[in-house]
Structures are given as structure tokens and as C-alpha cells.
Nanobody, 115 residues
Framework: VQLQAFGGGLVQAGGSLRLSCAASGSIFRFAVMGWNRQAPGKQRELVASITSGGSTNYADFVKGRFTISRDNAKNTVYLQMNSLSPEDTAVYFC??????????WGQGTLVTVSS
């Protein structure tokens, strides 16, 4: 399984970005997909996740601003990010998890929010 994330960039505070993560292989539709982020000098943290059935989970700091979704036909998971603030500046990683065997990370995409 390979994960390729893209869509990061530079945006002003209050703006929006949409991240995408495309997965190879055939287990995507069965997997839990997640977005995590790591800011400079900080630990990686969960942003949002979505199950194979579409149930979502969000970190408190993004509730109401970010939306995770998936398209199983395209093997792709998305993260729509609205009302961005400088505190959202980080490298964003997608993650694929299936049972206790499969656990893959993408290469990360940098999001920079200017004030």
C-alpha cells in the first residue's frame, strides 16, 4: 500500500484548503483512514478519521472547521479545512489502518497559514 497526500500550501488566516490522499491497493475500502498533523517542535496528533462505513471522528480543535470524507471508488480520502488559523500550520499526514496488520503513513503535505 502506498499513500500519496497532496493539496497543502500557503494560505492566509481564515482561508480554506482541501487535502487529498490517494491510496494504492485493494484494502482502502475496508480501512480506517485518518489525517494526522505535526507542527514544528510538537508531537504528531490526530486531526480526524473516518471508518469504512463513513463514521467520523474529529479532534476538538478542528470540530466545526474541518471535514473528512472518502471516495472508495477513487481510493481517496479528503480533508476540507476551513477557517484556518496560524495554529493549524503543520505537516499533514494521511494514515491507513486495517485490522492490526496494516498501518501505513503517507509522506505528508505542508500546510502553512499566515496571519
Amino acid at each position: 500500500v502506498q499513500l500519496q497526500a497532496f493539496g497543502g500550501g500557503l494560505v492566509q488566516a481564515g482561508g480554506s484548503l482541501r487535502l487529498s490522499c490517494a491510496a494504492s491497493g485493494s484494502i482502502f475500502r475496508f480501512a480506517v483512514m485518518g489525517w494526522n498533523r505535526q507542527a514544528p517542535g510538537k508531537q504528531r496528533e490526530l486531526v480526524a478519521s473516518i471508518t469504512s462505513g463513513g463514521s467520523t471522528n474529529y479532534a476538538d480543535f478542528v470540530k466545526g472547521r474541518f471535514t473528512i470524507s472518502r471516495d472508495n471508488a477513487k481510493n481517496t480520502v479528503y480533508l476540507q479545512m476551513n477557517s484556518l488559523s496560524p495554529e493549524d500550520t503543520a505537516v499533514y499526514f494521511c494514515r491507513l489502518q486495517f485490522s492490526s496488520i496494516y498501518d501505513y503513513w503517507g509522506q505528508g503535505t505542508l500546510v502553512t497559514v499566515s496571519s
